[in-house]
Structures are given as C-alpha cells and as structure tokens.
C-alpha cells in the first residue's frame, strides 16, 4: 500500500477510535461519585401524648430519617458499605463556642444550635454500618431512641407550644440533636464534606396532636 493513502487511512481511523472509546466511558459513567447524606439536618416533631408516651411504655423506638446517597451515573452500581457514628463530641463543641462567640463571629451552625443539646449513645443509637446495595443508590439509615430520652422532656427549657411555633420571631433552637458523621466507605469512594454530617433535630411540641 503506498504510504502516503497509510497516512491518510490512520490520520481518519484514530480520531474515530478515539470519539468511540469516549463515548463508551460516558454511557458507562458520568459525574463525579461521592457519598454524602441526603440532608444535613432533619426534623422530627414529638408529643406527650403521642410518640413520647410510646417510648416511655415501649422502651426503644426505632425511626427511618436519614439517607444517605452516592452521586455520579454508572451501569451497575457497586455495593458500597459506610461506616458511620453519633459525633456528640463536635456539636457539643460548637455549642459551647456560640455561648462565648461574637453574633458577628458565628457560623450558621452555632447559631441554629446555640441552645440546643447533643444526645450521645446514652439516649440514642445508630447502626454502625450502613450498606447501599448493589445496584441502588441509596440507604436507609435507622435512628433509635431510647427510653433515657424521656428524662430530658421533663425539663421544660425543650417545650415549645403552638403559638410558639407560628411565631416567627421564635428562634426554635432548643432542641436535642442527634449528629452523624460519616466515618468511612468501602470501598474508598470520597466523601462530600459538606454534607459529611447530618443533624436530626427532635422538638418537642406540647400542644400539637399527631
């Protein structure tokens, strides 16, 4: 063959080679993956009446509040285990700094929990592994709280009554809070630092009904 029509036929087949093998890397994945929680903070609304006196007759209580999710798009998901725990020792930290911190000086994290209390394993659990399945992009992470939880709603300071809650010059910072962290993943997918942690945040209402 002469050379000069090689040239020509290699110069032509490469670049398509090339938009080939592109193009299957972005059929088979896209974006980049990180693992993180869905929210980093959630809400959850207890009463007297209600879920309060389920616990104190029942003992633990276990709720499903938090996910946790892994971006970017692949063909099959991998299954992936995270490793996570309860971090009282960080928020009970920041709560500390905000009662000394200048308002000007503050991070949104003191301020949304400056009165609030961080709950430690004593009033509450986690699992220590959470597993997104093979093919699924997210899990479910169980929250359990204890009966020892009952103890801190008999201290008025956390009750808040409705008109308390319509009032919008209320700040509704006294609150127990339950604050995760991923540790680890396996296999070692980064983590998304800002939202490495999730805060579930539990309000007593006094007068609402559920």
């Known amino acids: 063959m002469n050379i000069k029509y090689l040239k020509i036929i290699?110069?032509?087949?490469f670049p398509s080679l090339l938009f080939i093998s592109c193009?299957?890397?972005?059929?088979?994945?896209?974006?980049?993956?990180?693992?993180?929680f869905?929210?980093?903070?959630?809400?959850?609304?207890?009463?007297?009446?209600a879920t309060l006196t389920d616990?104190?007759?029942q003992g633990d209580t276990t709720i499903n509040m938090i996910g946790i999710y892994r971006?970017?798009?692949?063909?099959?998901?991998?299954?992936?285990?995270?490793?996570?725990?309860?971090?009282?020792?960080?928020l009970a930290n920041q709560i500390a700094s905000a009662q000394t911190t200048l308002p000007a000086n503050m991070t949104d994290l003191m301020t949304r929990y400056k009165?609030?209390?961080a709950l430690g394993s004593y009033f509450c659990t986690v699992p220590t592994t959470v597993i997104i399945p093979q093919g699924q992009r997210?899990?479910?992470?169980?929250?359990t709280l204890h009966k020892?939880?009952?103890?801190?709603?008999?201290?008025?300071?956390?009750?808040?009554?409705n008109l308390d809650f319509k009032n919008t010059n209320i700040i509704k910072d006294r609150m127990l809070v339950i604050p995760l962290k991923i540790v680890t993943v396996s296999p070692n997918y980064p983590v998304l630092e800002t939202n490495q942690r999730s805060f579930l945040n539990i309000t007593k209402c006094i007068g609402l009904k559920l």
């Open 10 to 13: 290699l110069l032509l087949f």
């Open 23 to 36: 193009e299957e890397k972005l059929q088979t994945e896209f974006g980049n993956s990180r693992v993180y």
């Open 138 to 143: 997210k899990a479910t992470v169980s929250v």
């Open 115 to 117: 009165n609030s209390k």
């Open 148 to 161: 020892s939880l009952i103890k801190l709603y008999q201290n008025s300071y956390f009750n808040y009554s």
């Open 38 to 49: 869905s929210n980093t903070s959630a809400a959850l609304a207890l009463t007297d009446s």
């Open 55 to 57: 616990i104190a007759a």
């Open 71 to 90: 971006s970017g798009v692949v063909d099959n998901y991998e299954q992936i285990t995270v490793s996570i725990e309860i971090d009282s020792a960080y």
